[in-house]
């Protein structure tokens, strides 16, 4: 079991940047990948970025230069810096991890991410 807890979330105006944390309950961090995604009510879960534990990175499309993923090994937490945000990338947001490695950003849309935090709510006002 490894749990996961979000924060640093909040209300910030268009263009303006957050920084979310995902710390996590294995000591090992680094022998997990880690995703985020963004929920919005009444939509379905979106992939925003991961880094894998064999050192690989993926961002969607819709981040690709405003998001930054990093990991903290000794903090056994991940990260998610998000740059230039826009009122479409609000949401719930998630982080995840799986036990799987991946390559291209396809593979890490689709691993089995077993562990999930409770997420943390973003909201960009316009």
């Known amino acids: 079991q490894v749990q996961l807890v979000e924060s640093g979330g909040g209300l910030v105006q268009a263009g303006d940047s957050l920084s979310l944390s995902c710390a996590a309950s294995?000591?090992?961090?680094?022998?997990?990948?880690t995703g985020w995604f963004r929920q919005a009510p009444g939509k379905e879960r979106l992939f925003v970025a991961a880094?894998?534990?064999?050192?690989?990175?993926s961002y969607a499309d819709s981040v690709k230069g405003r998001f930054t993923i990093s990991r903290d090994n000794a903090k056994n937490t991940v990260y998610l810096q998000m740059n230039s945000l826009k009122p479409e990338d609000t949401a719930f947001y998630y982080c995840?991890?799986?036990?799987?490695?991946?390559?291209?950003?396809?593979?890490?849309?689709?691993?089995?991410?077993?562990?999930w935090g409770q997420g943390t709510q973003v909201t960009v006002s316009s």
């Open positions: 995840a991890a799986s036990v799987n490695a991946f390559r291209t950003t396809a593979q890490a849309m689709g691993l089995i991410y077993s562990y």
């Open positions: 880094i894998s534990r064999t050192g690989g990175i």
């Open positions: 294995a000591r090992a961090l680094k022998n997990y990948s």
